[in-house]
């Protein structure tokens, strides 16, 4: 069955850096689209990034433009979030996704399979 497994998150000051990875097995994700959803206390769970796995187009939500880089790695299956210039306000869980490439995608609806959460906290 399909696993996604999110690893890197953490807790770091306000303008450090952090590097999620996201290590996805179980089927072939051609033509899938990988995305990074975040979840803060008391919120929605909200998009933060997606790429084609087979493109590597990328998109990302306004909020992190400029601060978050969306990748992949077809050789080992991982998806990866780099996040710099970390505010307060990007704290939160962060979750993968993984779903059909679809104009959905920039919502939870849009994706299929998800990890676990990795925590990110982002003190002032």
């Known amino acids: 069955q399909v696993q996604l497994v999110e690893s890197g998150g953490g807790l770091v000051q306000a303008g450090g850096s952090l590097r999620l990875s996201c290590a996805a097995s179980g089927r072939s994700f051609s033509n899938y689209a990988m995305g990074w959803f975040r979840q803060a206390p008391g919120k929605e769970r909200e998009f933060v990034a997606t790429?084609?796995?087979?493109?590597?187009?990328?998109s990302y939500a306004d909020s992190v433009k400029g601060r978050f880089t969306i990748s992949r790695d077809n050789a080992k299956n991982t998806v990866y979030l780099q996040m710099n210039n970390l505010k307060p306000e990007d704290t939160a869980v962060y979750y993968c996704?993984?779903?059909?490439?679809?104009?959905?995608?920039?919502?939870?609806?849009?994706?299929?399979?998800w990890g676990q959460g990795t925590q990110v906290t982002v003190s002032s």
């Open positions: 996704a993984a779903g059909q490439y679809s104009s959905r995608r920039y919502a939870t609806s849009g994706y299929d399979y």
């Open positions: 790429i084609n796995w087979s493109v590597a187009s990328t």
